[in-house]
């Protein structure tokens, strides 16, 4: 079994092709080394994004090596703070995410990934 490919680098260009190009769904977290709540949620997320189908884009984004688009999704009120998780349908082709998660809270972890997961269902 191959391991998915986690994207790590984004720019706000990048992003819109990503999102342009979307075939299913884009998971995006927004993450910080010095983040503790970021470092608690992360062997949740990374065993998620390794149990999604192939019809799904996960990205990993450190916010302090990819400041451009941390800055601009904030500024345009998409994220408040890391850890932050945005998810957006293959026909979603703006800025403002299908679903989202703020935070380190287990159950709004666990319902952000089913909803994800619903919705890949309905892909096949």
Avoid: H
């Avoid at 189908?53 to 800055?71: H, L, Q």
């Avoid at 349908?89 to 809270?105: R, V």
């Amino acid at each position: 079994m191959t391991t998915k490919e986690i994207i790590k680098n984004l720019d706000r260009n990048e992003f819109r092709e990503l999102i342009n190009s979307n075939e299913g769904l884009v998971i995006i977290k927004f993450t910080a080394s010095w983040c503790g709540p970021c470092k608690k949620i992360a062997p949740f997320v990374e065993d998620q994004f390794s149990k999604t189908p192939k019809t799904v884009t996960c990205a990993n984004i450190d916010v302090d090596e990819n400041f451009d688009i941390f800055a601009y999704m904030k500024s345009k009120k998409m994220i408040k703070g890391v850890p932050t998780i945005l998810a957006y349908k293959k026909d979603n082709k703006s800025f403002a995410p299908d679903f989202s998660i703020s935070g380190s809270e287990n159950d709004d972890l666990i319902n952000f990934f089913r909803n994800c997961v619903s919705y890949t269902n309905t892909l096949n």
